[in-house]
T-cell receptor, first 116, second 109 residues
């Protein structure tokens, strides 16, 4: 596709339910990032994948959060037993490479998650 | 840990005015710095990327500068237009990306 695609664009769920958020990166981009943007807050790094390397999970806020990237392309961010404080916009970005001087990130439109 | 600060948090200017947005960061060991704009309900759009070895980058009415040693970057917008109204974010790229909280810009027609 022409850009980073995220689905769904909006998700409303009940507290305690699990949710899955999907990200389709730009074709050929080896690096994929997940961020969270809470109301009035800056972007919070969650996790990134680079090729076949083990992902950097250092930003995940709790063990209820996990992500995987199948075949080096599509990624799914899963939040288990959602809490109201998980409500935020979840943004995905991809780049040709990670780190280093050529890392230009391209962002999707995000998934707005509301936990009732 | 890298901390990125953007000042002011919000700015309102009349159309046609030139303006400067500020970004400061605490750790100068970065590869590059990137400025983004975010429109309500939308993702981020990359505006300018400055490599750590560069002092500035220009694109149309936008000019971004970088002083790595002092941990500062500015985004200069010339002849502002109502369509420039958005939130502007800076992000520094070290071992990972760190974002500022943004400056919300309103250009009044």
């Amino acid at each position: 596709g022409a850009g980073v695609s995220q689905s769904p664009s909006n998700k409303v769920t009940e507290k305690g339910k699990d949710v899955e958020l999907r990200c389709d990166p730009i074709s050929g981009h080896t690096a994929l990032y997940w961020y969270r943007q809470s109301l009035g807050q800056g972007l919070e790094f969650l996790i990134y994948f680079q090729g076949n390397s083990a992902p950097d999970k250092s930003g995940l806020p709790s063990d209820r959060f996990s992500a995987e990237r199948t075949g080096g392309s599509v990624s799914t961010l899963t939040i288990q037993r959602t809490q109201q404080e998980d409500s935020a916009v979840y943004l995905c970005a991809s780049s040709l490479a990670s780190g280093g001087a050529m890392n230009i990130q391209y962002f999707g439109a995000g998934t707005r998650l509301s936990v009732l | 840990k890298q901390e990125v600060t953007q000042i002011p948090a919000a700015l309102s200017v009349p159309e046609g005015e030139n303006l400067v947005l500020n970004c400061s960061f605490t750790d100068s060991a970065i590869y590059n710095l990137q400025w983004f704009r975010q429109d309500p309900g939308k993702g981020l759009t990359s505006l300018l990327l400055i490599q750590s070895s560069q002092r500035e980058q220009t694109s149309g009415r936008l000019n971004a500068s970088l002083d790595k040693s002092s941990g500062r970057s500015t985004l200069y917008i010339a002849a502002s237009q109502p369509g420039d109204s958005a939130t502007y974010l800076c992000a520094v790229n070290g071992n990972q990306f760190y974002f500022g909280t943004g400056t919300s810009l309103t250009v009044i027609p």
